[in-house]
């Protein structure tokens, strides 16, 4: 029996590493997300203790207006740093929506690949199983025509 070999094979190795590379350029996002997701929320968290701080600084009694005016300075600039984090999770959801369309193209390109192996390798069986068929039954025609002979 003949051995199947896909002619297309280097092309399905060629698919399969770029499926990979996407994967990796996939979870890179993915970890560039999950960082920025923190940040924001150590941010938040930040702009949280600050408002804590300025509501004990303007509490009844000695105000100290230089530490309200900072402690309210430094509130302004965390809020905009997390409107900018958000501004970079927005590009970074659509960076990571077109890497989820690229994995799933090669993905597909490797499973097209892969059904037309699958399907090359039946015709190759099915091809294999009738020439041995056809030997079979050559010799056994041969045979028969030995046995009518000795008869």
Known sequence: MAKFQFRLQSLVKLREAERQQRRIELAEAFHAESLLRQQASQLEQDVRE???????????????????LETHRYKLILKSQIMILDQKEAQLQAEIERRRAALASADRDVRVLEKLRDRKREEHDAAEFKRELKQLDEVALQRWGRDKEEV
């Open 50 to 68: 600050i408002e804590k701080r300025s509501r004990v600084i303007s509490s009844p009694g000695r105000v100290h207006v230089d530490r309200v």
